[in-house]
Every structure is written in structure tokens, then in C-alpha cells.
């Protein structure tokens, strides 16, 4: 009777393991050309390589270069379009904060000032939105304060993504009618 804990390599992991390794540069020269730039080639290799040890594939794979050749290029237009979706997020933002560009950089040490004023806006934040319903707090602390995705919102509280879409536009109705009560005062 085999040891569970034992790992055993399935065939398929192991053939495309030794693809991998037997055939390194050409991936990189591939990923060179594909992106122009050998460190980002070099990180995209790297996934390829934490992908190949940490995922089982149980399905046949005739051509493992090609196999090979298709990760990296996938792996390399995820990594486009996330890059993509954060600058878009950051022009649509730097867009609705034009004065953003007159703050100071992000490395300077901040004054106590600053510090003394961000706290006070940060208590009055999350003083608003304790007042909102306890599945809008949830929904909104997951998606804006730790990063997870609309859809994976979604996964975690077990709601549709539409649901997610209602809560988070009910908490930054919520704050921005906070942010134009303070700014009238």
C-alpha cells in the first residue's frame, strides 16, 4: 500500500519539466523577441517554472515545446493586460484627482501634519462605513482594501458578481456623500 505523503511526478509534469529545462534558451530568446525586454522575459520564465512544479496535469501533451511555447505566451498577455488595467486605473484616477500631481512624492516622510490629518480622514472613512449594512462592509474591505477582484468578491461572500457591483456602488455613494458634507463645512 503506497505512502500518501509520498508525491509522486505524474508523466506528463516530468516530460514537461525536462522541456523546460532542455530548451530554457530558446523559451527566453522566444519571450525576448515576444516583449523586448529580457528581465520581464526572464520573470515570465520564472512563472512558467512555479507553474510547472506546482500544478498536476493529467492530460496528454503531444508536443511539449509547443506546449511550452503557448504558456509562455499566455502567461506574458496576462501579465500585459494586468499592467494595462493598472495604468488605466491609475489615468482614470489621476484623471478625477488633478491635484494629486501637487502632492508630495510618495518616498518624502510626511509632515505630522499629514499624518495627524490622514488619520482623521481614515477614522472619518471607516465611522461612515460602519453605518452601512454589514455585507456592504464586507464587500467593500475585501475589493479596496485587500485587492480582491470583483468576481473573486463575489466567490468568497457567495453572491453574483452583480450583487458585488450594488454594494460597492452603495458604499462610495456613501463615502462621497461623507467627502461633499466635510468639503461644505
Not at 500518501?4 to 530568446?29: D, G, Q
Not at 488619520?119 to 455585507?135: F, H, I
Request: hydrophobic content about 40%.
Amino acid at each position: 500500500m503506497p505512502i500518501l505523503s509520498e508525491s509522486v511526478e505524474l508523466p506528463e509534469n516530468r516530460i514537461l519539466s525536462e522541456t523546460y529545462f532542455a530548451k530554457r534558451e530558446v523559451l527566453l530568446r522566444f519571450l525576448v523577441r515576444l516583449c523586448g525586454d529580457e528581465s520581464v522575459a526572464e520573470d515570465v520564465l520564472q512563472d512558467i517554472y512555479l507553474k510547472l512544479s506546482t500544478q498536476d496535469i493529467h492530460t496528454e501533451i503531444r508536443e511539449p515545446l509547443a506546449f511550452l511555447f503557448r504558456m509562455a505566451n499566455n502567461m506574458y498577455l496576462n501579465r500585459l493586460r494586468g499592467e494595462n488595467s493598472h495604468r488605466v486605473r491609475d489615468t482614470a484616477w489621476r484623471d478625477l484627482h488633478p491635484q494629486a500631481e501637487h502632492l508630495p512624492d510618495a518616498d518624502a516622510t510626511p509632515s505630522a501634519e499629514t499624518v495627524v490629518a490622514a488619520r482623521q480622514e481614515l477614522r472619518a472613512v471607516m465611522a461612515a462605513l460602519s453605518t452601512l449594512p454589514e455585507k456592504t462592509q464586507a464587500i467593500f474591505r475585501l475589493h479596496k482594501f485587500d485587492g480582491l477582484t470583483q468576481p473573486e468578491v463575489a466567490k468568497r461572500m457567495d453572491v453574483s458578481i452583480s450583487s458585488v457591483e450594488k454594494h460597492l456602488s452603495r458604499a462610495l455613494k456613501h463615502l462621497l456623500a461623507l467627502n461633499r458634507s466635510r468639503n461644505l463645512q
